[in-house]
């Protein structure tokens, strides 16, 4: 087997993002080398919180975590609730993480990474809003070279779910999304077109339910309480986990199609701000760095969450 992907996890825990955490931390193909946190969901506090009772559950308060920005660049903060709960991760009991988290910011964190590691090593995921990852290009320029690749869950070609065209991520921070989709490296939008298609099944919670392990139970917690949210405020049967898609995509690139498309994020329009805009008008130029994520393989997809909760599961016992 090749090496793992050495990634950074760019989070604001959440439902979805959680179960990113459990796909990088379980599966071999990945190395997660630290969780950086981003106000997004909930607030920062809460999320960075969130974060570390992840761990805890999963067995795996060795990985570091960072806190990051608490608001966006330009705009007022704002949170997901009617989505996440006051918590940010509503519907399981949190344990408390027994360390604080690292005393360097996110933003340090990324830069210092990238900078020491050989470049072209390690992948920022962003599973937030992109905060963060502005503020580290912005920084340390020299990250933008250094970085393998960007993979951003936020936006979409076709469709939004914070207004009719922007993906909550991308809205929360408009400002922060362009500077990521503008600078110079390779970048996969993981969008709605593609997040859309991964839905917590009942079958899949059942699946799970055979594990029979306190993580398993505090997954379909946090499904349970994230279908009722999906079906109250977004008219879906079962809710998507957006956000883990992005690891999927890392771990194994079959389950996860992408076309390679130019991408910018409208800053100014009446009714488009924060919309994702690609050009399909005519086929990407070999040198276009951005690709968006197509087609998801569903049940490739879920056998690797529910093969993680197992191994992580048996890890813990
Ligand atoms: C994205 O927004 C958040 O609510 C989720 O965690 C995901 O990252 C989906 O629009
Ligand atoms: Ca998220």
């Known amino acids: 087997?090749?090496?793992p992907r050495q990634i950074i996890l760019d989070c604001d825990p959440g439902h979805d993002d959680a179960v990113a955490m459990m796909l990088a931390l379980a599966n071999p193909a990945i190395e997660l080398l630290g969780i950086t946190t981003v106000g997004g969901n909930q607030t920062l506090d809460k999320i960075t919180r969130n974060a570390q009772?992840?761990?805890?559950?999963?067995?795996?308060?060795?990985?570091?975590?960072?806190?990051?920005?608490?608001?966006?660049?330009?705009?007022?903060?704002?949170?997901?609730?009617?989505?996440?709960?006051?918590?940010?991760?509503?519907?399981?009991?949190?344990?408390?993480?027994?360390?604080?988290?690292?005393?360097t910011h996110a933003v340090?964190?990324?830069i210092d990474t990238l900078?020491?590691?050989?470049?072209?090593?390690?992948t920022l995921v962003a599973t937030g809003p992109l905060t963060n990852v502005a503020l580290a290009a912005r920084l340390e320029p020299r990250i933008v070279e250094r970085v393998r690749e960007v993979v951003v869950m936020g936006g979409g070609y076709h469709e939004g779910n914070?207004?009719?065209?922007?993906?909550?991520?991308?809205?929360?921070?408009?400002?922060?999304?362009?500077?990521?989709?503008?600078?110079?490296?390779?970048?996969?939008m993981v969008g709605l077109d593609l997040t859309h298609q991964a839905l917590a099944t009942a079958k899949v919670?059942?699946?799970v339910r055979d594990i029979d392990s306190p993580l398993g139970e505090f997954f379909i917690g946090l499904m349970?309480?994230?279908?009722?949210?999906?079906?109250?405020?977004?008219?879906?049967?079962?809710p998507p986990v957006h956000d883990a898609c992005t690891i999927a995509y890392l771990i194994d690139p079959t389950i996860v199609q992408t076309r390679k498309?130019?991408?910018?994020?409208?800053?100014?329009?009446?009714?488009?701000?924060?919309?994702?805009?690609?050009?399909?008008?005519s086929p990407a130029a070999a040198d276009c760095r951005h690709q968006v994520a197509t087609k998801l393989d569903h049940a490739g997809f879920w056998d690797l969450v529910v093969e993680a909760i197992r191994v992580l599961s048996h890890e813990e016992s």
């Not at 065209?165 to 390779?186: G, L, Q």
């Open 1 to 3: 087997m090749s090496d």
């Open 53 to 103: 009772s992840v761990l805890v559950m999963c067995g795996r308060e060795d990985v570091p975590v960072h806190a990051g920005s608490a608001r966006p660049l330009v705009r007022r903060v704002e949170i997901a609730p009617d989505i996440h709960g006051e918590s940010g991760l509503d519907g399981v009991e949190l344990p408390e993480p027994t360390r604080p988290p690292q005393d």
């Open 108 to 110: 340090r964190f990324i």
């Open 115 to 122: 900078m020491a590691a050989e470049p072209g090593t390690v």
């Open 162 to 188: 914070w207004t009719p065209v922007a993906e909550f991520n991308i809205w929360v921070d408009p400002e922060a999304a362009h500077i990521v989709f503008d600078e110079e490296w390779p970048l996969t």
């Open 205 to 207: 919670e059942a699946q």
């Open 224 to 238: 349970d309480f994230f279908r009722k949210a999906y079906q109250e405020h977004q008219g879906f049967p079962d």
């Open 261 to 281: 498309v130019p991408l910018t994020v409208e800053l100014r329009g009446e009714h488009t701000v924060g919309m994702t805009v690609a050009d399909f008008r």
